[in-house]
């Protein structure tokens, strides 16, 4: 699968934005989705993800609250909505999917096959 991660840019601290990730290739539904993101300095980190075999989202704990990730199949499509959003969430995202990562490596970049090219997001005034 080919994974083009889009929507990301400047915000002042307080404000939103919403990340899109498009997937061609294999059917999406049968992978796992998710977020991550790296800032300078610092490993890549989970962000937010959605298993194939359920719409039960998971977080990690610093966007649990002001992050809503979602997946639209139909459209083979991942959003990530960003709400009051910090200069600490300022980094490159990366969208990510996976057919074989199980709940307890979820969390881990190195359980996942295929990932998009990455979008700034600065959070600065």
């Known amino acids: 699968v080919q994974l083009q991660a889009s929507g990301g840019g400047l915000v002042q601290p307080g404000g939103s934005l919403r990340l899109s990730c498009a997937a061609s290739?294999?059917?999406?539904?049968?992978?796992?989705v998710g977020w991550f993101r790296q800032s300078a300095g610092k490993e890549r980190e989970f962000v937010a993800g959605i298993r194939s075999t359920n719409s039960n989202p998971y977080y990690a704990d610093s966007v649990k609250g002001r992050f809503t990730v979602s997946r639209d199949n139909a459209k083979r499509t991942l959003y990530l909505q960003m709400n009051s959003l910090q200069s600490e969430d300022t980094a490159v995202y990366y969208c990510?999917?996976?057919?074989?990562?199980?709940?307890?490596?979820?969390?881990?970049?190195?359980?996942?096959?295929?990932w998009g090219q990455g979008t700034q997001v600065t959070v600065s005034s």
């Open positions: 290739g294999q059917t999406f539904s049968g992978y796992t």
């Open positions: 990510t999917a996976s057919r074989t990562v199980i709940l307890s490596n979820l969390r881990s970049p190195s359980s996942y096959d295929y």
